[in-house]
């Protein structure tokens, strides 16, 4: 166990290659870049490849081939580069090709800003491509849950063979904190359906396309089938001071760390405030989020973003009023914002 | 004892192809399939299908296959290669898959030298979305989408992808065939083993642009779209060898 001094970017990239990835294909954009630069120096001394691809196209489509040649592979971007994945994203979900999907989030629509954002949500919870297909997406608070995260990340992708999207920001991927480094973990699943030329045994295609109607609605059945058991399996969410929370955020990555500061202050004062945190922001934990709220009067989301968690949240608390606190434009959400939101819901009187 | 002539090729399973008549894609399989075989190649071969008529290839050769989004077979094969460098990789794509929207990929594995073999089927038109006019489309040729006949004026001027990738540095072997005869097919074949082979010793990206007739989408009878291409594709789109660096490398002597 290795304790060290990483950036975010660099700690995700660490991170995959003793989760043993070996195949890195990417194109830089700001502010993941790091990650891509680090792998560049790290994976070759380990006896990996790094790739820089001509096109975030690219770079998915690499990931699709060595992952079908079975290769532990990886890309990574940011909003606008994830937008140009989306492609290949839809293809990965459909040939069912485990790899891992980094979104180091930005301000967007369009090129936006470099500063971080919550604002690819949406795009990430819901599939993002064309087709019926959702992926699932983890969503670090520290550099330590990214690191902890990217193992599992590659362990998902391989034992439900989907691609895995860890959904984080400029904040996380740019700031630096002391992380502890398992010395490798390494799962190995067995991969009957990889081609690599077929010796001794019959061949195997790796395909999308479905021109029997009928096929084409098996395929996506059995693709639903394997989203329905990843949702009864692998939800995730951390509660802090939920026991006797009045006021519940609901808030996820940099947010919900921010929310923490918030309630600690807020608990200062003598308000009973709680935090609500989807680890996984699909599959979304609903029944989680329902009993945490049974008890609280006042329930709002933080986001970075125009409110597009807020829907899930109504989804799971149907009949419920749910605040709602964002910013946008790459805005960084304070503690001390979060708190004065907070006062006004309780009626001001929070002294 | 007596030898037959003409078998058919291993790899080659006994399924009926789908191609209308005249379709270059039988014949470009067929060649494939063929050199796979004589190479004995097959249980070290992945192939990487692409979006067109074509992407069924994976129905009529018996190898181990990943099918590629539209354009993009270049990228998936590097991904493939990465992974299994002594594996033999190859891209079979149409004009419209490698010309167009895939051209960035396509002159970029080329220019990194990937060590995959790719099949380019240049027939002139899109096909399999309806006959739309291609990068390769002639000056002049009708299509759904240059109803007139391209106007080079508006929609500029074909794509010579040999001629075009030839001037990099990373490719070993960049050669067009045509397949419009007996003799050119013979030809087009020998090609197809020479790209093959470059990739056998490590030489880099190969590619053999293959002129194949569209009878259904040039609206012609299959003999007359083999005069057409003979008579107008050839014309526009030499034959020849445009890069062979086999014979200045070290390991030529093999």
């Known amino acids: 166990m290795d304790q060290v001094m990483l950036k975010g970017n660099e700690a995700i990239g660490e991170a995959a290659l003793r989760a043993g990835c070996r195949y890195y294909f990417g194109y830089p954009i700001t502010p993941q870049s790091e990650l891509m630069e680090y792998l560049a120096r790290r994976l070759p001394e380990v006896g990996g490849t790094f790739l ?67 604002g690819d949500y949406t795009q990430a919870t819901r599939g993002g491509g064309h087709g019926d297909y959702r992926l699932p997406v983890l969503s670090p608070v520290s550099i330590q849950e990214m690191v902890d995260l990217v193992y599992n990340s590659f362990d998902m992708a391989e034992q439900y063979r989907t691609p895995v999207i860890l959904l984080t920001d ?32 019959p061949r195997r295609l790796i395909k999308t396309l479905y021109l029997d109607s009928g096929e084409l609605e098996s395929h996506n059945l059995h693709l639903q089938a394997k989203f329905k058991r990843l949702s009864a399996k692998e939800v995730r969410f951390e509660g802090y001071h939920l026991e006797d929370a009045e006021v519940l955020i609901i808030a996820f990555g940099i947010c919900a760390r921010v929310g923490r500061t918030a309630v600690d202050h807020l608990r200062e004062k003598g308000l009973r405030v709680g935090l609500f945190r989807p680890v996984t922001l699909w599959p979304f934990p609903s029944a989680s989020l329902k009993e945490a709220a049974e008890r609280v009067r006042h329930l709002v989301t933080v986001e970075m973003n125009a409110g597009q968690m807020l829907e899930d949240v109504r989804l799971a608390l149907p009949g419920r009023e749910i605040g709602f606190y964002g910013r946008m434009g790459g805005i960084v959400v304070s503690a001390l914002e979060i708190e004065v939101e907070i006062m006004r819901i309780m009626g001001g009187n929070g002294g | 004892m007596i030898k037959p002539l003409l078998v058919r090729p291993k790899i080659l399973t006994p399924v009926r192809f789908h191609y209308c008549p005249g379709c270059g894609h039988g014949v470009a399989h067929r060649l494939v399939a063929e050199v796979i075989d004589e190479l004995g190649l097959r249980e070290k071969t992945v192939g990487v299908a692409s979006v067109g008529c074509s992407i069924l290839i994976y129905n009529y050769l018996d190898l181990d296959i990943q099918e ?79 109803p007139k006949g391209r106007d080079v004026g508006q929609a500029g001027y074909p ?3 040999a001629e075009i990738l030839a001037v990099l540095d990373g490719p070993s072997y960049i050669t067009r ?38 009878p259904t989408n040039w609206g012609m009878e299959p003999l007359t779209a083999l005069q057409w291409l003979e008579k107008e594709m050839i014309k526009y789109y030499p034959l020849g060898v445009f890069k062979d660096t086999e014979m200045m490398a070290p390991s030529a002597a093999l």
């Not at chain 2, 590097?78 to 898959?97: C, S, W």
């Not at chain 2, 097919?185 to 990206?205: E, H, T, Y």
């Open chain 1, 52 to 118: 820089q691809a001509e096109s975030e196209l690219a770079a998915v489509n690499m990931v699709y081939g060595a992952a079908g040649a079975g290769g532990r592979a990886m890309t990574s971007s940011s909003g606008p580069g994830i937008s140009l994945k989306q492609e290949g994203i839809s293809f990965l979900a459909s040939a069912e090709l485990p790899c891992v999907i980094v979104n180091v989030m930005r301000g967007g629509p369009g090129l936006g800003t470099i500063q971080p954002s919550q």
């Open chain 2, 68 to 146: 590629a989004a539209h354009g993009r077979a270049p990228a998936v094969a590097t991904g493939i290669k990465r992974v299994l460098p002594d594996r033999f990789v190859f891209t079979y794509q149409g004009d419209g898959d490698l010309a167009s929207i895939g051209l960035a990929e396509i002159v970029h594995a080329a220019g990194r030298g990937e060590n995959f073999t790719v099949i380019f089927i240049n027939n002139a038109n899109y096909g399999m979305t309806g006959g739309q006019m291609a990068p390769t489309t002639l000056p002049g040729q009708k299509t759904t989408t240059s």
């Open chain 2, 177 to 214: 065939v045509a397949i419009h005869n007996p003799g050119a097919v013979i030809k087009a074949k020998k090609s197809i083993r020479k790209a093959f082979q470059c990739q056998k010793l490590g030489l880099g990206f190969s590619m053999v642009e293959i002129l194949a007739a569209c």
């Open chain 1, 170 to 201: 400029g904040v996380l991927g740019q700031m630096m904190e002391p992380v502890l480094l398992p010395e490798e973990i390494t799962h190995e699943y067995m991969k009957p359906w990889i081609t690599d030329g077929c010796q001794h045994r």
């Open chain 2, 159 to 161: 794509l010579k992808m």
